[in-house]
């Protein structure tokens, strides 16, 4: 972990109508955290409601309204303060009550004052975590790799999600151009631009964040690893041009695919050129094997590497060392990797948030280590 980098600390967290919690004020006090309980106890739900300060809909990808506990009302509010060498900042994010048929609008503060997106608490915190849900991710279709990169990318630049989402709405743009029967060529050359432009934009930061990320694994590659490196690789051809080409030679050379794919994109009923098509393909490092044909043990302990190296990448690139949530993440693994893993999460320098059922799982954890007890709605002090 880059030592200069700030570390800031999770000091209180409170929640009001958030999912299983009809209010709760919770102060820590350590940089590494347990939550332990049995499963549907609400020890996800705590993660997810850190996970909110983040770009993005959080850990679950839920929309916003099904975050509000079930007879609330359709609002709720999360707040949390940094600890005092981190300026004891105050930052805030919730939805207000609506009437029927009125979708949620998100409200984000920081010290009390509105903020326009969570974007914002990026300057004061930056999050990584990993889920159960992404255990199958080597397996599992392009789609959710191609997330999985976005989220590494947004975790180092806030403004990556900003832009994925105008590029979303410009290929719908183009999509619906291309189903007329004679297209306004004007509109089309001017929403074609734009997807260039966004696309272009979207390659180049996935291509600088995956490099780096490659550069940080590449310096522990030791094969005797509990956690392997493993081998990250852009599949998708604006990526593998702006990793050599001038940023203006590669959106004339998209705009021209582009151009020439209109009939055949009209007939697919969709954009089919682009980085919405990218993959991202990762081979088990000391091996040289697809991560994709390795058991289910080295899958995970090749995720677990990915996430402390994304660690280290977020604190070297931002300057902020990232709040870290790791979801049900011990369950698996044997007392040899627990170990190793809490040494690593020690030796990050973040502040560290994670689930387990069992409270044995933890048993390896330093003496400066939190380990609470979740029970629905409440939180306590002890195993």
């Not at 009923?269 to 094997?289: I, M, S, W, Y």
């Not at 011990?330 to 170990?339: E, F, I, M, S």
């Not at 400066?368 to 979740?374: K, P, S």
Request: proline share 6%.
């Amino acid at each position: 972990m880059d030592m200069s980098a700030a570390r800031p600390r999770v000091a209180r967290l409170m929640l009001q109508q958030f999912r299983s919690y009809p209010g709760l004020d919770l102060a820590i006090d350590a940089p590494l955290v347990a939550l332990t309980g049995e499963n549907g106890a609400g020890k996800t739900n705590l993660l997810e409601a850190l996970s909110l300060f983040s770009p993005g809909r959080g850990l679950r990808r839920a929309d916003l309204a099904d975050m509000s506990r079930i007879g609330s009302g359709g609002g709720f509010a999360v707040s949390l303060t940094l600890d005092e060498p981190s300026g004891g900042t105050r930052l805030g994010t919730g939805i207000e009550p609506r009437g029927p048929g009125e979708g949620a609008q998100r409200r984000c503060r920081i010290d009390g004052e509105p903020v326009p997106t969570p974007a914002a608490f990026a300057d004061r915190l930056r999050l990584v975590w990993l889920t159960p849900a992404l255990d199958g991710l080597f397996a599992g279709s392009p789609g959710d790799r191609r997330r999985f990169l976005d989220r590494l990318v947004l975790a180092v630049d806030a403004g990556h999600g900003a832009r994925a989402n105008a590029f979303e709405r410009a290929l719908r743009s183009r999509n619906r151009l291309l189903e007329e029967d004679r297209p306004n060529a004007a509109w089309l050359d001017a929403v074609e631009r734009e997807v260039a432009e966004l696309g272009v934009a979207i390659a180049s930061a996935r291509r600088e964040a995956a490099d780096r990320l490659a550069v940080l694994t590449a310096e522990r590659n030791e094969a005797s690893t509990p956690f392997p490196w493993a081998a990250l690789t852009l599949d998708g051809e604006i990526e593998a041009m702006v990793a050599d080409r001038p940023a203006l030679d590669v959106e004339d050379h998209y705009r021209r695919l582009l151009r020439d794919g209109r009939a055949r994109d009209r007939a697919a009923g969709r954009t089919l050129a682009g980085p919405q098509t990218t993959d991202l393909a990762v081979r088990h490092g000391p091996k040289d094997t697809p991560a994709s044909l390795c058991s289910t043990g080295e899958q995970k302990a090749l995720l677990i590497g990915i996430v402390l190296a994304h660690a280290r990448l977020v604190a070297a690139m931002s300057g902020i060392a990232p709040l870290v949530l790791l979801d049900e993440i011990a369950a698996h693994l044997d007392p040899r990797r627990r170990q190793a893993l809490y040494d690593a999460l020690a030796a990050l320098g973040s502040q560290v948030w994670m689930t387990g059922a069992d409270p044995a799982l933890f048993g390896e954890l330093p003496a400066t280590a939190a380990i609470l007890r979740v029970t629905p709605g409440r939180v306590s002090s002890g195993a």
